[in-house]
């Protein structure tokens, strides 16, 4: 997977788990939901993701660890 694959997984798990929580637990719980919206809209302006930068240290996108990378004809 890529990482842009991954940091939609991230943010889609995040957002539910917390809607859930807010839901059963405590209202408060919505502010998680809009610190993750904030966190994509800002990184969709600047280019910014600390996900991203995190995800790289674990040594996840890079060249050849996809399944689907390009094949050399």
Do not use: D
Not at 23 to 30: F, K, V
């Amino acid at each position: 997977m890529s990482i842009e694959r991954y940091i939609r997984l991230f943010a889609g798990t995040f957002i539910l788990t917390s809607l859930v929580l807010a839901h059963y637990h405590s209202p408060n719980w919505l502010w998680f939901t809009a610190f993750v919206g904030f966190n994509l809209l800002q990184s969709s302006l600047t280019k910014f993701c600390p996900l991203e930068i995190i995800l790289q240290k674990l040594g996840v996108g890079k060249a050849g660890s996809t399944c689907c990378a390009p094949k050399q004809a």
